[in-house]
């Protein structure tokens, strides 16, 4: 049965400038070919005044409750072993769209609360896969100089809405072996 309600898809995407997608201005000119995310681009709408912070902790912690980050206490980056991140009591546009009766999910990098309380399935998505903080944390666990300095790798993680937290971590090594195969020819 078809619905009324409209899908929903939020592409947040760290490091990217904005005329860097063809439907932008970019694409080709800019050196690479964008034609797949433009035609996704031209079925939606657009959105072409959202700056709120330089950095991407306030950024996303705007975005998901609707206030400037200083007043849910993300104001800066969350570093990693530190608490920080959108506070339990905080509403978010999860939330608000789960109550509505749509299916959430995040996929990717979440950088707003990693502890018991603050992941995304605390905050309204049914389900999330991806890391906890930054992608400086994500390195692949292959890099010998990295491994040799004793260096954590940041752990991908999955989750659902009521499963206990902390959520499953999964290695980097998890990653289907076609994505690891594809990855070492680069």
């Known amino acids: 049965m078809p619905s009324d309600k409209p899908n929903i898809l939020f592409f947040h995407v760290d490091n990217l400038g904005m005329g ?5 201005g970019g694409g080709i000119l800019r050196g690479a070919d964008t034609k797949r995310t433009d035609k996704f681009a031209s079925e939606g709408v657009k959105l072409t005044h959202y700056v709120v912070e330089p950095q991407c902790t ?7 409750t609707g206030r400037y980050p200083i007043r849910s206490g993300n104001h800066t980056i969350a570093l990693g072993g530190n608490a920080g991140g959108i506070v339990r009591w905080e509403k978010t546009i999860a939330e608000i769209l789960s109550a509505a009766g749509y299916a959430t999910s995040c996929l990717g990098k979440w950088h707003i609360g990693a502890e018991d309380g603050r992941w ?49 971590f999964r290695s980097a090594m998890a990653i289907p072996t076609c994505t690891r195969a594809a990855r070492a020819k680069v």
């Open 120 to 168: 995304p399935t605390d905050h309204g998505f049914d389900e999330w896969y991806g890391i906890p903080r930054t992608t400086d944390e994500a390195l692949w666990p292959g890099d010998a100089a990295a491994r040799a300095a004793g260096v954590p790798f940041e752990q991908i993680m999955e989750g659902r809405k009521g499963e206990k937290s902390p959520i499953t």
């Open 58 to 64: 306030p950024t996303r912690s705007a975005l998901m």
């Open 20 to 24: 860097e997608l063809g439907c932008y």
